[in-house]
């Protein structure tokens, strides 16, 4: 029984990356997630000085943003 080596292991477990479509796909995912990430903490920022510096108005936003998903994902099977 032959042990493989770190760098094989390595090698095989990001073997996708070799296909160019898998990597622009990658890339693509990548920057739309730091979008999403960029765009959720300016909203807070924006609501929480809006506020007057109000936490529980920053909650209510945010508890208001999750609402559809936890209502409708059960129903679509998220």
Not at 2 to 25: E, H, K, T, V, W
Not at 27 to 33: E, H, M, R
């Amino acid at each position: 029984m032959q042990r493989s080596s770190f760098g094989g292991a390595f090698s095989a477990n990001f073997s996708p990356l070799r296909i160019r479509n898998f990597r622009i796909y990658l890339s693509g995912q990548a920057v739309s997630l730091i979008g999403t990430w960029l765009q959720i903490t300016a909203q807070g920022v924006v609501e929480f000085k809006l506020s007057g510096d109000s936490a529980t108005a920053l909650g209510v936003v945010r508890m208001l943003n999750m609402l559809l998903p936890l209502l409708f994902g059960p129903l679509v099977g998220a």
